[in-house]
């Protein structure tokens, strides 16, 4: 056995990995690099640390680069059959497990977990099954191992099987559901999911709140298998019971807060391409308006028509802001490829227009919306802006609420949705709201333009602190040392 196994020491699995690749119309690659905190972290632990990224080819070029043998150092991408990859990314992770998690099911119709749905899962255990065997095929003896987030939700228990020497950690960027919520998937799904994350040594949430909800949904999904354990109420670990109901394996739980990059980010947003696109933002906004800024992907979970329609009644409430204010929203596009996203962006665009053509007037256009990736554009937006409306249905965490108060030039009103993981951290120095009260949002939305420029500056500088007291470097060393010990 031991002649089998790999060199690396510590390796990470994610679908979306640090690089991507184009094909350039002479035909040869382009590698682009991607941000966040894994990627910060594992420059945090240096080249020599032996590390391994084992993540998915996504699109053509990633497929291109696999055939071609090429790779950046430290990163394996793995060509997964497209139809499979297709059906455990779009048809299972995105559209089931990133649905549970979020509530976004429309439940008098949706879910439906019929035959297609179980063909579905049956490719999303084939690819959880690639991962497995990739990183059991790299990992050196006794390893550690990241797993990370709901598209490899099986990959703990698989790879515990073909390695039981491994340390094996989990963790998940999103929110994890409410277990009335979670028990809509079928009972022989929701404990295959649960088995195979309790494969895992320790499983890890961005906040105590998802952290209790999935210790809550281990022990009832099967009271014989599974059991909590609680310290003062948090939850500690899930206990692994034989058949006479004795603990035989504990598998821990622990919660890290990702926060903000704050050395990037103020780095980044001082450079002469954000600059140039603050100063092209305030043409279009107008040099006196107050602004209030969104910057999500397109995403169901973020709520932006809710906030738009927020926009609108504080427009209808409080017509003295009427040319006064614009409400810059951008909005990256995110997973295309189903239809439910594309009609989301599709309402997005049509309610923007509707409000530009109903309260607009020749000089003023009281939604400017992008739908384009322009992260220097982002932190322009970052900069300028005087509030940052951050309202999402539920979230993992949020980063935008962590970004603003850091890069924010003169201080700006954060409006937060409670359901975020952010406000936990965020909550007290924020105006924060219920996400479907669109009245109470724009009361908020109010509330936060007239806040004071003296207070609005000591409350962005207490929410930059909490923002940034848990960067990526440290957040995923401190997860890498709870594995270890
Ligand atoms: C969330 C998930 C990530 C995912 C990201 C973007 O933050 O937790 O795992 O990578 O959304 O979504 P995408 O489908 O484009 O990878």
Redesign the pocket.
């Known amino acids: 056995m031991a002649s089998t196994h790999g060199a690396h020491r510590i390796l990470v699995a994610?679908?979306?990995g640090p690089v991507t690749y184009q094909v350039r119309e002479d035909g040869s690659l382009d590698a682009r690099r991607g941000g966040g905190g894994l990627v910060s972290g594992l420059s945090a632990i240096g080249p020599d640390a032996g590390a391994l990224w084992v993540c998915s080819a996504l699109g053509d070029g990633d497929r291109e680069a696999v055939r071609r043998g090429v790779h950046e150092d430290g990163v394996r991408m793995l060509a997964v059959d497209a139809e499979v990859h297709a059906d455990a990314y779009n048809g299972i992770a995105?559209s089931v497990l990133w649905f549970v998690h979020h509530m976004l099911y429309q439940t008098p119709l949706e879910p439906v977990f019929d035959a297609g749905f179980r063909r579905r899962w049956e490719s999303y255990r084939t690819y959880n099954r690639a991962f497995a065997e990739a990183l059991a095929e790299e990992a050196a003896e006794g390893a550690a191992v990241l797993v990370?987030?709901y598209?490899l939700c099986l990959v703990p228990g698989m790879l515990r099987e073909l390695r039981p020497d491994l340390r094996i950690g989990h963790f998940s960027?999103?929110p994890w559901a409410p277990e009335d919520y979670f028990r809509m998937l079928p009972d022989d799904i929701r404990a295959e999911l649960l088995a195979g994350m309790l494969g895992a040594d320790r499983v890890a949430f961005l906040t105590w709140r998802w952290a209790t909800a999935f210790l809550r949904c281990a022990e009832t999904a099967d009271p014989g298998r599974w059991t909590g354990s609680w310290a003062s109420g948090e939850p500690r670990a899930a206990g692994h019971l034989d058949g006479s109901g004795t603990t035989v394996r504990e598998t821990r739980i622990g919660v890290h807060g990702l926060g903000a990059d704050a050395e990037f980010l103020r780095e980044r947003s001082h450079r002469a391409d954000v600059g140039e696109r603050m100063a092209a933002l305030r043409e279009e906004i107008g040099a006196d308006r107050r602004t209030i800024v969104r910057v999500d992907?397109t995403e169901l979970s973020k709520n932006i028509v809710r906030g738009l329609l927020a926009y609108r009644q504080l427009l209808d409430d409080h017509p003295e802001w009427r040319e006064r204010v614009v409400h810059v929203a951008f909005a990256y596009p995110?997973?295309q490829d189903l239809a439910v996203y594309r009609d989301y962006t599709a309402e997005v665009q049509r309610l923007a227009d509707e409000i530009n053509s109903r309260y607009g007037t020749p000089g003023w256009t009281p939604v400017v919306l992008h739908v384009k990736d322009d992260f220097a554009r982002s932190l322009a937006a970052y900069r300028l802006a005087d509030v940052a409306l951050v309202n999402p249905i539920r979230d993992?965490m949020n980063l935008v609420a962590k970004e603003v108060p850091v890069v924010s030039d003169e201080g700006c009103a954060l409006v937060l949705s409670r359901e975020a993981g952010a406000y936990e951290e965020l909550g007290e120095d924020a105006i924060t709201v219920n996400p479907y009260d669109v009245t109470g949002t724009a009361r908020a939305l109010h509330e936060a333009l007239g806040m004071q420029p003296g207070e609005r500056a000591e409350r962005t500088k207490r929410l930059a602190a909490a923002a940034t007291a848990l960067p990526p470097a440290q957040w995923f060393l401190d997860q890498l040392r709870e594995l270890e010990s």
């Open positions: 994610s679908n979306r995105n990370q987030d598209h960027h999103t992907r995110s997973r993992g």
